[in-house]
Every structure is written in structure tokens, then in C-alpha cells.
Nanobody
Framework: QVQLVESGGGLVQPGGSLRLSCAAS????????MGWYRQAPGKQRELVAT???????NYADSVRGRFTISRGNAKHTVYLQMNRLKPEDTAVYYC???????????????WGQGTQVTVSS
């Protein structure tokens, strides 16, 4: 099995920063793209940022210039540096990864359990 575990969420004041981390573990053969999504109350889950295995990044317009997604030196990690946070960034943030397992070698998406980010005074 494959698990993705996020960490780094919490309460921060507007204008502050947080760094989210995600680590994948389990019977992993390979991981291609990884990304971060978020879901605010009453809203659909939306893409925040993605990064390919080659380092190509993609950002939602709402976070571009404020957030930075990166891959760790370890292949099974991804980070989201969030700067100049706004109240509208408040959401549960989910890590996503396209993973193939040792058993099947078939690529499919996996999701973390989510970590709460609250931006408030």
C-alpha cells in the first residue's frame, strides 16, 4: 500500500508564511507528478500547484507569486512554501501524487489525509 502524509498546517496571521510537507511511503515503484490541492468549506477542491518529475510547475492564478512548490532531494517528498497568506487561503490542503506500485507498475493517483491551514487575525 501507499500512504501520503502531510504536515505543516496550522493557524497563521494574514501576511504570514507556512511550509507544508508531504512524504509518500509504501510499496512505491515510482512517482511522477506531485501536487497540492485545497478545499475550503462550501467549495470544490481546487488545484493549488503541481510539479512534474522533471520539475515543471503549474500554479493556480490565486497563488502564483506567493506559493512555491518543490520536490525534495528524496523522490517521495513534495513541499509547498506559502508566503503572504490571505484569509481566502484558509482550507484543508491535500497532497497528491501519481504513483505506481511495485506490484502493479500501474500509475494512479494517491491522496493524503489533508492538513488544515487557517489564516486569521
Amino acid at each position: 500500500q501507499v500512504q501520503l502524509v502531510e504536515s505543516g498546517g496550522g493557524l497563521v496571521q494574514p501576511g504570514g508564511s507556512l511550509r507544508l510537507s508531504c512524504a509518500a511511503s509504501g510499496s512505491i515503484f515510482s512517482i511522477n507528478a506531485m501536487g497540492w490541492y485545497r478545499q475550503a468549506p462550501g467549495k470544490q477542491r481546487e488545484l493549488v500547484a503541481t510539479i512534474s518529475s522533471g520539475g515543471t510547475t503549474n500554479y493556480a492564478d490565486s497563488v502564483r507569486g506567493r506559493f512555491t512548490i518543490s520536490r525534495g532531494n528524496a523522490k517521495h517528498t513534495v513541499y509547498l512554501q506559502m508566503n503572504r497568506l490571505k484569509p481566502e487561503d484558509t482550507a484543508v490542503y491535500y497532497c497528491n501524487a501519481d504513483v505506481s506500485t511495485i506490484a502493479t507498475r500501474l500509475l494512479r493517483p494517491y491522496w493524503g489525509q489533508g492538513t488544515q491551514v487557517t489564516v486569521s487575525s
